[in-house]
């Protein structure tokens, strides 16, 4: 029988006590420190001297500490780190501290656990004092409460829409599609597609050289269980050019795909 572990992520910023003491108080079984790589403008140049202490603590008070890079300037690659660590520990209890490393982190680490296919508990820690310049010193001192925080439960894409988007972002990398570089997936690719990949929504629908001709109830079940729902969260487009339906991924598609491309890892986990 597995033992149900406690299991913390926190966002590695310029804090101490708000990301030590919620986890020695919660007795965490397992801490993952999500530790900036980004490069962008908004990047850190480098970590605080402090942070080695504070891992050696963590490390005297955890059974195990793991360091987990993360881009802390993007808000998706925030949520997407998350969602994975969660989605790994489905069957421990996973809490989140938000409030380790400002404002785009918790963003990211939030809307993580508002994704109903995690069980993820966000967390705020609320410090005993603001007092210190950030950079040498952690910017604030000791825990005045920590506050479990209400999520409002949003719906995330499922395997097959991640899947479909996974082939938008690239539809070169399957060898399946012939079109040229340039051109963008038609409806009939995607079908095809989801074939090849045996995808769930494709999985009672005949070939072509089953049927005599492509299936009609393909394009319906393609429109109703992928492209309108992909569609309404504005993750792409279908527009006509000329007499073909083409479907390109938006750049708030992409951001989702690199989000919740961890459930093309649990979909081949389930057919396995």
Known sequence: MDVVKRVHIVPLGYEYDRILEPIRNQRADLVYLLEDNGAGENARTGEAEYHDE???ELESTVPEVRVWPCDLTDVYAVLGEVTTIAANHAEDTVSVNVSGSGTIPAIGATMACMDVSTDARAYYVEPAAYDHDGERDPISSGVAEIEQLPTYPLESP??????????LSDPTSWEGYHEARTAPPKKKDLIEYGRAKELSFMADRQSPAEHGSEDKGAFRVLDTRILEPLEADG?????SVGRRRVIKLTEQGENAYRAFKHKLAERDDDER
């Open 54 to 56: 504070l891992r050696a």
């Open 158 to 167: 499922t395997p097959d829409q991640v899947a479909i988007m996974a082939f």
């Open 235 to 239: 993750y792409v487009t279908i527009e």
